[in-house]
Nanobody, 124 residues
């Protein structure tokens, strides 16, 4: 079983940047595909990005392509989400999730392990 903890959220102005981190404990993260999801206020949780175990492949939802970059450092047991050119519509609680899916998956129920979330608030 792997425990995930997100960090790096906070308030930021539109056009700014944040880097979220997701650090694992309990098991090495290199054995898991990892994804970022977000839940805007009063909306359902939605997929943002996913990365394969070796970091060789990533997949992004359309609204964040070209602005967000997901990466991982398995030696540090950590996955990152670099978010640039942030917009007010990016405001949400951001969650990282992990599972041994074997492929890049985009649905909430594809992932077993979840962090507690970190709030990102983008002001205009």
């Amino acid at each position: 079983q792997v425990a995930l903890v997100e960090s790096g959220g906070g308030p930021v102005q539109a056009g700014g940047s944040l880097r979220l981190s997701c650090t694992a404990s309990g098991r090495t993260l290199s054995g898991y595909e990892v994804a970022w999801f977000r839940q805007p206020p009063s909306k359902v949780r939605e997929f943002v990005a996913a990365i394969t175990r070796d970091g060789g492949n990533t997949y992004y939802t359309g609204p964040v392509k070209g602005r967000f970059t997901m990466s991982r450092d398995n030696a540090k047991n950590t996955v990152y989400l670099q978010m640039n050119s942030l917009k007010p519509e990016d405001t949400a609680v951001y969650y990282c999730a992990a599972d041994t899916t074997g492929t890049l998956r985009i649905r909430v129920y594809d992932y077993t392990y979840w962090g507690q979330g970190t709030q990102v608030t983008v002001s205009s």
